[in-house]
């Protein structure tokens, strides 16, 4: 069980705005910034949003991201068939003392 | 570009201990950190600690604490994670990845990790 709670999945038709939640608590989202990971089956993962709404070179600005309390949400806007993949949300935690990953929710484009 | 190139796959079995290299190339290895993560078969990522290309600082993982050891060699920019008395659930997919440069109480202070190795499977079975 992570300290970070995603959903499962998440679907969307080409075109379409989708988001994917992320909740955590005070320590961690609360209090650290959040990250965004994205993962193509069986490929490395990429950085896709840092400090909570940062993109990084070559991210294309249909990714968002945005934080508030103790959750934060990835938007990805004008959905195309190449964001199918695995999202990964990621925080610093307190407790544990290092970085910790929610569960992954797997993006699916009909 | 940033560029990690990991060491190839490895069986192991239980009791033994497995190193893993991540060669850098791109950009100036000591200005950053190195994280390593493990992704179990069909499972999330777990992060297995951190240390600084700069200066050989490092911060693990509570889990993996007393069996990880984590290096640097800055003339060849290559990290190292060795770890030992593998156990089955060890099974995973090892990555390297580009972090933070620095750490202030006890926090990796980082911009996210935001370049990654290919991965290196390490099998522990008897």
């Known amino acids: 069980q992570s300290l970070l709670t995603q959903p499962p999945s998440a679907s969307g038709t080409p075109g379409q705005r989708v988001s994917i939640s992320c909740s955590g608590s005070?320590?961690?989202?609360?209090?650290?910034?959040v990250y965004w990971y994205q993962q193509v089956p069986e490929t490395a993962p990429k950085l896709l949003i840092f400090?909570?709404?940062q993109r990084p070179s070559g991210v294309p600005d249909r990714f968002s991201g945005s934080k508030s309390g103790t959750s934060a949400s990835l938007a990805i806007s004008g959905l195309r068939s190449e964001d199918e993949a695995d999202y990964y949300c990621?925080?610093?935690?307190?407790?544990?003392?290092?970085?910790?990953f929610g569960g992954g929710t797997k993006l699916t484009v009909l | 570009q940033v560029h990690l190139l990991q060491s190839g796959p490895e069986v192991k079995k239980p009791g033994a201990s497995v190193k893993v290299s991540c060669k850098a190339s791109?950009?100036?290895?000591?200005?950053?950190?190195i994280s390593w993560v493990r992704q179990a078969p069909g499972q999330g990522f777990e992060w297995m600690g951190w240390?600084?290309?700069?200066?050989?600082?490092?911060k693990y993982a509570q889990k993996v604490q007393g069996r990880v050891t984590m290096t640097t060699d800055s003339s060849t920019s290559t990290a190292y994670m060795e770890l030992r008395s593998l156990r089955p659930d060890d099974t995973a997919v090892y990555y390297c990845?580009?972090?933070?440069?620095?750490?202030?109480?006890?926090?990796?202070?980082?911009?996210?990790?935001?370049?990654w190795g290919q991965g290196t499977t390490v099998t522990v079975s008897s």
């Open positions: 990845a580009r972090d933070g440069g620095t750490m202030i109480r006890g926090i990796i202070i980082t911009y996210g990790m935001d370049g």
């Open positions: 791109g950009y100036t290895f000591t200005t950053y950190g």
């Open positions: 240390i600084s290309a700069y200066n050989g600082q490092t």
């Open positions: 005070a320590s961690n989202i609360g209090s650290h910034h």
């Open positions: 400090r909570n709404n």
């Open positions: 990621a925080a610093w935690d307190d407790s544990l003392s290092g970085p910790v």
